[in-house]
């Protein structure tokens, strides 16, 4: 059956992959599962119908059959599930993949994000310069740490898997903020992740929804 993912109408990123139906997109690309999309306006992202899905009103959402997940990262880890080829069969192994999903999601992203959109919505206040500041010193120590750990390895711990898939969209938001070149190493990281032909297929299909929505 085909899985259905929801995506923004007009993606507020402008086609650069950062929206995170870009993460769900990427996985069902790695693993060859074909799907569908359903684009919603931001006031379709409000109404009853989306909310029963995601109450929170955001994207995406994932159906497949009588399933319907919210959640990028539980959707990815579903996918990671049910299909090969982005967690290890080693028990061990698998355990520590879905660590480092878990490290992207709730160690690596939140001040990453933070930053983000501190600097499209607080960038004429007083404050910003300071939060700016307090945002990125963690940011650059989660960064060494990451660093010291991935070391001259490709992958976070062997082949690569739904733990880098993750960590690569998130660490992607640090493109042109100077942060990420300051360790080579993850700078080369992310360019390995977005080299891949499923990264690519995920990119071009994202992209593409913006420029036809800005072509309307």
């Known amino acids: 059956m085909t899985a259905i993912i ?9 086609g650069r992959g950062l929206a995170r139906d870009m993460r769900v997109r990427w996985a ?30 955001q994207i995406p959402t994932f159906e497949e059959g009588d399933l319907a997940l919210f959640e990028s990262g539980a959707i990815v880890l579903h996918i990671a599930e049910r299909h090969g080829g982005l967690l290890p069969g080693d028990a061990n192994a698998r355990s520590r993949a879905i660590a480092w999903m878990f490290a992207a999601l709730n160690t690596m992203e939140p001040q990453i994000f933070d930053r ?16 700016l500041q307090a945002l ?8 060494g740490d990451l660093s010291r750990r991935l070391g001259e390895a490709d992958w976070l711990d062997g082949a690569f898997s739904a733990g880098d898939l993750l960590m690569v969209t998130v660490l992607r938001r640090l493109h042109g903020s100077g942060l990420l070149e300051e360790h080579p190493n993850l700078a080369a990281y992310v360019a390995r992740g977005e080299a891949r032909p499923a990264y690519r297929r995920a ?3 994202q992209l593409a929804v913006f420029a036809a929505a800005s072509a309307g």
């Open 6 to 14: 929801t995506a923004f109408e007009r993606s507020p990123d402008r």
């Open 28 to 57: 069902l690309e790695e693993v060859g599962q074909l799907y569908e999309v359903r684009f919603l306006s931001f006031r379709a992202m409000r109404e009853p119908l989306h909310l029963s899905l995601q109450p929170f009103g």
């Open 116 to 131: 983000s959109l501190a600097t499209i919505l607080e960038r004429d206040q007083p404050w910003y310069e300071q939060r």
């Open 136 to 143: 990125e010193s963690i940011i650059r120590k989660r960064l």
């Open 203 to 205: 990119f071009a299909a």
